[in-house]
């Protein structure tokens, strides 16, 4: 195959654009992606301080390379989970990443301050993951409130967001679906979240990462059992391979939909209320945490509740990061 | 033979030349859940791999919940 610029030989088939590119031609199209989300959904501008949440993996330290390649403002923020080994690589890898960028990378000391994931869920009688899901969101949010950061920035990519509308959809999941977007505005003291990302592929972000020389981590995260979303993307990109350009179709569709209003009063009869996932701490409130004294859906936000399982009289966990 | 280190870091040997996008076919990998990689240069699928060549199928689907905030 040849670069559809220049004629070289290509380093990457994009099917759903009709379209080979060269190394060089390659990354001019992922950069103008990006831009292109930023621009198109709102993200961000220069003049914001971006908190860019990274984990080690390849979508999280490809978008803090790219954000800096294209002059934001960018801090990244590593959670330490506690995940052994795993959580001691993956933070090396941030750290790597800071150091090449020349940017300062925070660290919050979860596991030492307050227990390992594993542990808190034990506690708390939750799922690991969801565990995990309400610590991330906390300190997301935290870190750039206290910090004066004004947005929040992850690595979820265009296969992340298809699969997750697949899943919202193939349950009916109504209200989730209402409110994925790559952009949650600020609200009720809750940071705006973004996910440039979103129009780029997992294999656009893995090439953009391996022709950059990123060193990722690749294993998965140890204490990932669900499977639900591997099963997602993996047919939604065997529908791919034989019609190219859906997947893409299927999420930004309907994005461009719901810019315009399209999709109003989709969920006006939902019938399952969420479980927080999509929304995390935002429905509901606004209130202060009694605890922590952060944006809260009730009188005690989640974090504090899930922590507050652990018994540790002597330690206020929340006081630490 | 060529020598192939598949997505789960096991190896394979195939008789070359041969078209790569044959060889993922054969072996049931979706083309668009790897890179192709030889050295330090990516691959299209329709690129023939020759005896002596060593490539490496990089996994690129991660997993983990449909949480949010898995990253
Ligand atoms: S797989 Fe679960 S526990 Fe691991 S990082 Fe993702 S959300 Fe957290
Ligand atoms: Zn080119
Ligand atoms: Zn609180």
Same mark, same amino acid.
């Given at each position: 195959?040849?670069c559809r610029?220049?004629r070289e030989?290509?380093?990457?088939?994009?099917p759903?654009h009709?379209?080979?590119?060269c190394?060089?031609?390659?990354?001019d199209?992922f950069k103008r992606?990006v +831009?292109?989300a930023i621009r198109?959904?709102?993200?961000?501008?220069r003049?914001d301080?971006?908190?860019?949440?990274?984990?080690g993996?390849?979508?999280?330290?490809?978008?803090w390379?790219?954000?800096?390649?294209?002059?934001?403002?960018?801090?990244?923020?590593?959670?330490d989970?506690?995940?052994?080994?795993?959580?001691k690589r993956?933070?090396r890898l941030?750290?790597?990443?800071?150091k090449?960028?020349?940017?300062?990378l925070?660290v919050?000391?979860?596991?030492?301050?307050?227990?390992p994931?594993?542990d808190?869920?034990?506690a708390?009688k939750? *799922?690991?993951?969801? *565990?995990?899901?309400v610590?991330?969101r906390?300190y997301?949010?935290?870190?750039a409130?206290?910090e004066g950061?004004n947005v929040?920035?992850t690595?979820?990519n265009?296969?992340d967001?298809?699969?997750?509308?697949?899943g919202?959809l193939?349950?009916?999941q109504?209200?989730f679906? +209402?409110?994925?977007?790559p952009?949650?505005?600020?609200e009720?003291?809750?940071k705006r979240?973004v996910?440039?990302?979103?129009r780029? *592929?997992?294999?656009?972000?893995?090439a953009?990462a391996?022709l950059?020389?990123?060193?990722?981590?690749r294993d998965?995260c140890p204490?990932s059992?669900d499977?639900?979303?591997?099963?997602?993307?993996e047919?939604?990109?065997r529908?791919?391979?034989q019609? !190219?350009?859906?997947k893409h179709?299927?999420y930004l569709?309907?994005?461009?939909r719901k810019?315009k209003g399209?999709l109003?009063g989709?969920?006006?009869?939902?019938a399952v209320?969420?479980d927080g996932a999509?929304?995390?701490d935002?429905k509901g409130? !606004?209130?202060?945490c009694?605890v922590?004294?952060? !944006?809260?859906?009730?009188?005690?936000c989640s974090?504090?509740?899930? *922590?507050?399982?652990?018994?540790?009289s002597d330690?206020t !966990?929340y006081?630490?990061? | 033979?060529a020598k192939?280190i598949?997505?789960?870091?096991?190896?394979?040997e195939?008789?070359?030349p041969r078209?790569?996008r044959?060889i993922?076919?054969? %072996?049931n990998?979706?083309?668009?859940?790897?890179?192709?990689?030889?050295?330090?240069e990516?691959?299209?699928?329709?690129?023939?791999?020759?005896?002596?060549?060593t490539i490496?199928?990089?996994?690129?689907i991660?997993?983990?919940? %449909?949480?949010?905030s898995?990253?």
């Amino acid at each position: 195959m040849k670069c559809r610029i220049c004629r070289e030989t290509a380093v990457i088939a994009l099917p759903r654009h009709n379209s080979a590119f060269c190394k060089e031609h390659f990354l001019d199209f992922f950069k103008r992606q990006v +831009q292109r989300a930023i621009r198109e959904f709102r993200m961000f501008s220069r003049k914001d301080r971006i908190l860019v949440c990274v984990s080690g993996g390849k979508d999280s330290l490809t978008l803090w390379h790219i954000l800096h390649e294209l002059n934001y403002d960018t801090t990244g923020l590593y959670i330490d989970l506690g995940i052994g080994e795993y959580s001691k690589r993956s933070r090396r890898l941030c750290e790597d990443m800071a150091k090449s960028l020349g940017r300062e990378l925070k660290v919050v000391e979860f596991s030492k301050a307050v227990a390992p994931i594993k542990d808190l869920a034990r506690a708390a009688k939750r *799922t690991d993951c969801s *565990t995990c899901g309400v610590v991330k969101r906390y300190y997301f949010n935290k870190v750039a409130l206290e910090e004066g950061y004004n947005v929040v920035a992850t690595g979820h990519n265009l296969d992340d967001e298809a699969a997750r509308l697949l899943g919202n959809l193939l349950r009916w999941q109504l209200e989730f679906v +209402q409110k994925q977007y790559p952009v949650l505005e600020e609200e009720k003291g809750l940071k705006r979240k973004v996910k440039p990302l979103c129009r780029l *592929t997992e294999q656009e972000i893995a090439a953009y990462a391996f022709l950059n020389r990123i060193t990722y981590l690749r294993d998965e995260c140890p204490m990932s059992h669900d499977s639900t979303s591997l099963l997602y993307k993996e047919a939604l990109n065997r529908i791919e391979l034989q019609s !190219p350009g859906t997947k893409h179709f299927f999420y930004l569709q309907f994005l461009y939909r719901k810019r315009k209003g399209n999709l109003k009063g989709l969920s006006e009869n939902a019938a399952v209320e969420p479980d927080g996932a999509e929304t995390g701490d935002s429905k509901g409130g !606004p209130f202060q945490c009694r605890v922590c004294g952060l !944006p809260s859906s009730g009188q005690i936000c989640s974090f504090c509740k899930i *922590t507050g399982y652990l018994d540790k009289s002597d330690q206020t !966990p929340y006081e630490h990061a | 033979m060529a020598k192939i280190i598949l997505p789960d870091g096991k190896t394979i040997e195939v008789k070359g030349p041969r078209e790569i996008r044959a060889i993922l076919r054969r %072996l049931n990998i979706l083309e668009n859940t790897v890179l192709i990689v030889r050295g330090d240069e990516l691959l299209t699928p329709d690129r023939m791999i020759e005896d002596d060549d060593t490539i490496e199928l990089i996994p690129v689907i991660s997993g983990g919940s %449909l949480e949010v905030s898995h990253l």
